[in-house]
């Protein structure tokens, strides 16, 4: 099994909302990932958790705050959002944080800020 | 930082035929994955090579990953309508996932 799964699948929020994605896997993984995705663009990265600590924020906007409540879960909860951040939001998860450890991918959330 | 050149960006071809997929870059990646991914939906691994010269065949699709592990191609025999989508390439440097920028694909019947 290599299912990881988010919720909900899409999204609407106005600018002054607050709002959460989830993130869930099963398979033991201890590194998770959340990425924003643009229209015909690929995947970038937004932040890394390892063993359930931050390792990784790409310079990531404080109105995204990532959140790992345990080695299955990931959130990433969202205030006061731009239209610009619209997207198409994925997590993924792999064994660990290590060296060519393969990256597997939820359906992703998508998001549109009005 | 690690950069991964897609080409083509985009290919628009009739059913049946052949076309390849290619992933270059100036820096050596410890492994390579190549993902699919349709719409509005999340990355499918198809493969992920991690060898020099490794050939890995699914099907009717056949992944090559270069002799200096620098670059990676992608070759699909006898294209179908279900192999549209957008093909992504990612090279493992150290612990982080760079993206290739997309092939777009389509296959008209």
């Known amino acids: 099994d290599t299912e990881v799964t988010q919720t909900p699948k899409h999204l609407v929020m106005g600018m002054t909302n607050k709002k959460s994605l989830k993130c869930e896997q099963h398979?033991?993984?201890?590194?998770m990932y959340w990425y924003k995705q643009k229209a015909k663009k690929p995947p970038e990265l937004m932040f890394v958790y390892s063993y359930e600590k931050l390792s990784i924020n790409e310079s990531v906007p404080s109105r995204f705050s990532p959140e790992c409540p345990n080695s299955s879960l990931l959130n990433l909860h969202l205030h006061a959002l731009q239209p610009e951040d619209s997207a198409l939001y994925l997590c993924?998860?792999?064994?660990?944080?290590?060296?060519?450890?393969?990256?597997?991918f939820g359906p992703g959330t998508r998001l549109l800020v009005l | 930082t690690q950069l991964l050149e897609q080409s083509p960006q985009f290919l628009s071809i009739q059913e049946g035929e052949n076309l390849t997929v290619y992933c270059n870059s100036s820096s050596v990646f410890s492994s390579l994955q190549w993902y699919r991914q349709e719409p509005g939906e999340g990355p499918v691994l198809l493969v992920t090579v991690v060898t020099g010269g490794e050939v890995k065949k699914l099907k009717r699709l056949t992944f090559q990953f270069g002799d200096a592990r620098k670059d990676s191609s992608l070759h699909i025999t006898a294209a179908q309508p279900g192999d549209t989508g957008l093909y992504l390439c990612?090279?493992?440097?150290?612990?982080?996932?760079?993206f290739g920028g997309g092939t777009r694909l389509m296959v008209k019947p």
């Open positions: 993924a998860s792999s064994s660990q944080l290590a060296w060519g450890e393969t990256q597997y």
């Open positions: 990612a090279g493992h440097a150290g612990n982080m996932l760079t």
């Open positions: 398979m033991g993984h201890r590194a």
